[in-house]
């Protein structure tokens, strides 16, 4: 029997429940608390007794918090029998720094992945990470899923659809979107005025006029980027501006920035901890990570 362990990290809890009913696996709630001084403590409840477990834990804010619990709830749960642990953790922090920018830093996506490695996970499954290559420095099995497909199918968006990458290099992910949707796609370009100095953005080959207009990208983590294209789009004729991405981030004012830019609606998968706005909606990928699972 597969077990799915709960970790503490919001949203695991959710998405164990949904993992759990597509497999019909059973689901356990890891116990947790933070001791006065900082420090985390987990407990598995049950006797694991020989089974295979999957932890679901993202790793997103708070992300150092997030770690420690999923570094400790894999020990706990070999401690407590398991014959062998997978990690689900949809978001892993730190894997933007996937190589030394500059001299002197660290490789950090590399020592997280190997830290889970070394702490007895021996698969890791997780959602569109930064840079996919990067899973090779995780000893072990590890599957990267993209979810735009899946998610394409819970939209409802009529109109002259034009979907756009944020630049030439997430055209992959413009391209499996607008495949998904029967829709036309293209990737957004950036030119200076060689008078003015202005920085103006358009897309490279299909105009947005009287267009609705889908952004996607992996991650919208400020959104200075999702704001600047939607306020140019607009510029240009765009009936409407939508956005989707795996991992909806969003720190500090970035909702009231991409509400103040007209984003029509962001859709996310719930791959972080939830933030409430009317322009904010999840798209449950339970069952996505369900049907990649070697169960």
Do not use: C
């Amino acid at each position: 029997m597969v077990i799915l362990l709960a970790g503490p990290s919001e949203p695991s809890g959710e998405l164990a429940e949904s993992i759990s009913r597509e497999l019909g696996a059973r689901l356990v709630a890891a116990q947790w608390k933070v001791f006065p001084d900082g420090e985390h403590y987990v407990r598995v409840p049950v006797d694991l007794n020989g089974e295979e477990v999957y932890v679901v834990q993202t790793i997103g804010p708070p992300q150092n918090d997030s770690l420690i619990q999923a570094l400790l709830l894999a020990d706990a749960a070999l401690g407590a029998g398991a014959r062998r642990v997978g990690l689900i953790a949809p978001y892993i922090a730190y894997a933007r720094q996937d190589r030394r920018f500059l001299p002197g830093e660290p490789v950090s996506i590399k020592i997280i992945l190997q830290a889970l490695k070394s702490a007895g996970y021996d698969e890791v499954v997780t959602v569109e990470i930064h840079k996919p290559e990067s899973l090779e420095w995780f000893e072990g099995r590890s599957i990267n899923l993209s979810p735009y497909e899946y998610m394409a199918g819970k939209l409802d968006l009529s109109g002259d659809l034009l979907v756009l990458a944020p630049d030439k290099g997430a055209l992959g992910r413009a391209k499996r979107l607008a495949e998904a949707l029967g829709a036309d796609y293209d990737y957004i370009v950036k030119h200076r005025d060689r008078v003015t100095g202005e920085i103006v953005m358009e897309p490279k080959e299909i105009p947005a006029e009287g267009r609705t207009i889908i952004l996607v990208d992996d991650i919208i983590s400020t959104g200075g980027t999702i704001a600047k294209a939607a306020s140019l789009l607009f510029q240009q004729g765009a009936r409407k501006v939508y956005a989707l991405v795996a991992h909806a981030l969003l720190a500090g004012n970035a909702l009231e920035k991409l509400e103040k830019f007209g984003i029509e609606k962001i859709y996310a998968a719930n791959t972080l901890p939830r933030k409430e706005s009317p322009i904010l909606e999840y798209i449950d990928i339970g069952p996505l990570i369900a049907g990649s699972l070697s169960v």
